[in-house]
């Protein structure tokens, strides 16, 4: 059999046994699974003995499966030394992924669901998980500016770690594809709080009063666990089918900030403080920010004000942030662009005065106490509770650990994965989804009886 050598484009593995006849063929890399295409520059090496390919195991969870070994139609690629020609390889898009591609031999990328300055977003299926995620890619220039590809993923793990909330995007890992780290993300099927404005689908009281809630509880929730967000607006809030509201994009201002930043500090009530307020959306920024500032908690505060005076205007129309306070007033003396949406209630219009004071202090403290003037809004205007439960904290945490586990199964991070679950059943030892796949993962590698 003739062979040739072949080096995957992806993590740089090499292949010295690869059949000739693939050449021109698309192959995957036994590796990282990328698949990619054989073009031969050189002659065919001697024919020698096929030898068998190399495996790997099977997946250990039913309900998370690893990655299978990626194959091509005649079989995975060899592994086995031989003394082979060198083939070109076919370069990926320069335009990024496709719709069809398979990536690593585990994601199918579905939709590209849009580019701004930060990156590329797509939609992939998982094919493990049997899910739909949202993969962001962040342009060249956003990873030199997060000072390299390392930097730009200790910021985005951020996101990760902050763990499961139900109005919280939760984000599954930070992985490297073709040297570029992407970020892994739950896809939400009604797109973002901007498409709703911008397209009226926030028609009523009723439903910019229970997004602007939930909008405070996720936020608040990310300021409890010491994350201050810094780029919060309404292209940053996930909407699915069914209205419920769940933010993004944590922690990638940070990463897209130039310089050094600093970590954020403070107990669960204090002010949460980030050195350095570059980064973020200039049309929601607080002036502080604008100034170059610390940011605080307070911070996310007045940008998420102006967005709630979007929602109750059906647009944007003012330009810079440090303008939030007069695009109010123009708001409750000229009406909505919208003309048939409701005007705002009393003491949302005083809650957002309050949000736009110059000075950080004055303005309320946090967002739960924001969630809280909502609430009593929502329920004063519309003469009924309010039917959403206010999520308990810490109430999530063996799932978000069991979900973590999970995940580190995909980057074949097996002893991690083992110290999370342990870690869900320590925190609560009936929780069923952690006992079933650390119970599933041991017996499937010969350590239970």
Known sequence: MSVVAAICPG??????RVPAHLVGRDVACPRCKRRFRLELDASPAATTPELPAATTPEAPL????????????????????ESPAVPRLAPPPADGWRVGDVVLGLYEITAVLGQGGMGRVYKARHRGWDLDLAVKSPLPRLLEAAGGAEAFEAEAETWVHLGLHPHVV??????????IPRVFAEFVDGGSLHDWIRTGRLRTLDAILDTAIQFAWGLHYAHEQGLVHRDVKPGNVMLAADGTAKVTDFGLARAGALGPIAGASGDS??????????????????????????????????AFALSVV????????????????????????????????????????DLLRACFREDPDQRPHDLAAAASVLQAAYEQELGRSYPRPEPRAGSGRADSLNNSAVSLLDLDHLDEAMALWNRALDAEPQHLEATYNRTVFEWTRGRLD
């Open 170 to 179: 939760p984000c599954y890992y930070v992985r490297r594809v073709d040297g």
């Open 11 to 16: 993590c740089g593995y090499r292949s010295e």
């Open 310 to 349: 979007e929602m109750f205007n059906g647009g944007r129309h003012w330009e810079y942030g440090v303008q939030a306070a007069e695009a109010l007033e123009s708001l409750l003396a000229s009406g909505p662009e919208r003309t048939t949406l409701p005007p705002m209630p009393a003491a949302v219009v």
């Open 269 to 302: 009530g204090g002010t949460l403080l980030v050195r350095g307020g570059g980064a973020g959306t200039p049309a929601y920024m607080a002036p502080e920010q604008v100034a170059g500032g610390d940011l605080t908690r307070r911070s996310d505060l007045w």
């Open 62 to 81: 039913a309900t998370t499966p690893e990655a299978p070994l990626a194959t091509t139609p005649e079989g995975p690629l060899p592994t086995t030394p």
